[in-house]
């Protein structure tokens, strides 16, 4: 990785990817975004992506959409189905 990644961008991460203790395993990667306006969530994307965990998206006027990587799902240990799950439309 070219880029330090701190214990909050990975879980910004999982944000990212549906897999936060708010949900079931078996539902991780029902999404595959994090949308950011700015600031420091900006910051922890742009480490992501140079980093090779994350792609950046499409950007509007105000907002910029972030998608996880195979390499940012296999960081935070999904399984294949998970992998798949996150990148179906």
């Known amino acids: 990785m070219s880029a330090l ?3 909050d961008d990975i879980k910004k991460l999982r944000h990212m990817l549906g897999a936060t203790d708010q949900y079931k395993a ?6 595959n975004y994090y949308a950011t306006s700015g600031g420091t969530a900006r910051e922890t994307m742009e480490r992501l992506v140079a980093a090779g965990l994350a792609t950046k998206g499409q950007s509007s006027a105000s907002m910029t ?4 990587t ?4 296999e960081l935070i240990g999904f399984t294949k189905a998970q992998i ?4 179906e439309d």
Not at 70 to 73: N, Y
Not at 84 to 87: E, G, I, L, M, T
């Open 5 to 7: 990644i701190s214990v």
């Open 26 to 31: 078996r539902d991780y990667g029902f999404r």
């Open 65 to 68: 959409y972030y998608h996880a």
């Open 70 to 73: 195979v390499a940012g799902c």
């Open 84 to 87: 798949k799950r996150a990148f």
